[in-house]
């Protein structure tokens, strides 16, 4: 099996690159060590950041993911803020704001950062489109899943499994595995 390490400290995001990159023979071993997070209004310099960073200061190899929610109707909110609003504001405050809107699409996106000691970080991104629910549902999943209605179910009502067949996630780790064959 090949190692690989996942800097984070996201129990949610890294349960799920554990299990997806796993099913492709590869053992991910979490460093919680973190690592500088740019203020951008992009989330692929967040990462290319945080991978260089976080590998030269461990010497390895390293990948990190930044993520978001990005809400059409609020012009992309909370989008590179997705962590500020879910720790100070969290989902119920999130339904506040969309209360009467309509326009309810929204796109989660993930970035993976990879770097190697001395070399240039590389990001890779998937996105997956959805709609923002009209209230929580689903004990599955962490942060904004349960209110990320994707085809009529939140992913947090789907479960890692299912969510980890369609995610943002997945689709930049595709991309990732792609690149490094
Ligand atoms: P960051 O990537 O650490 O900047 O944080 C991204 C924010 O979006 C955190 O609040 C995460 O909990 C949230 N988030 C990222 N990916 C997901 C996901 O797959 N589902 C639900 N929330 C997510």
């Not at 950062?113 to 629910?133: D, M, Q, R, S």
Request: charged share 25%.
């Amino acid at each position: 099996m090949r190692k690989i390490v996942f800097v984070t400290g996201n129990k949610g995001k890294f349960r799920e690159v554990k299990d997806i990159l796993a099913s492709k023979g590869f053992e991910v071993v979490q460093n919680t060590d973190g690592y500088p997070e740019l203020q951008e209004d992009t989330l692929e310099p967040i990462a290319a950041y945080g991978a260089k960073w976080a590998s030269s200061k461990l010497g390895l190899p390293v990948i990190v993911d930044d993520s978001g929610l990005f809400i059409n109707a609020l012009n992309g909110f909370p989008g590179p803020y997705s962590a500020f609003v879910e720790k100070n504001l969290g989902n119920s405050r999130v339904l506040k704001v969309m209360e009467g809107e309509t326009e309810r699409s929204a796109v989660f996106k993930s970035v993976i950062g990879y770097c190697e000691p001395g070399g240039e970080p590389l990001t890779f991104t998937g996105t997956v489109k959805g709609n923002i629910a009209f209230e929580e549902l689903g004990a599955g999943g962490f942060g904004y899943d349960p209110i990320f209605d994707y085809n009529g179910k939140t992913f947090g009502e789907l479960g890692d499994e299912v969510k980890n067949k369609v995610s943002h996630r997945r689709r930049a780790l595709d991309k990732f595995l792609e690149w490094l064959e």
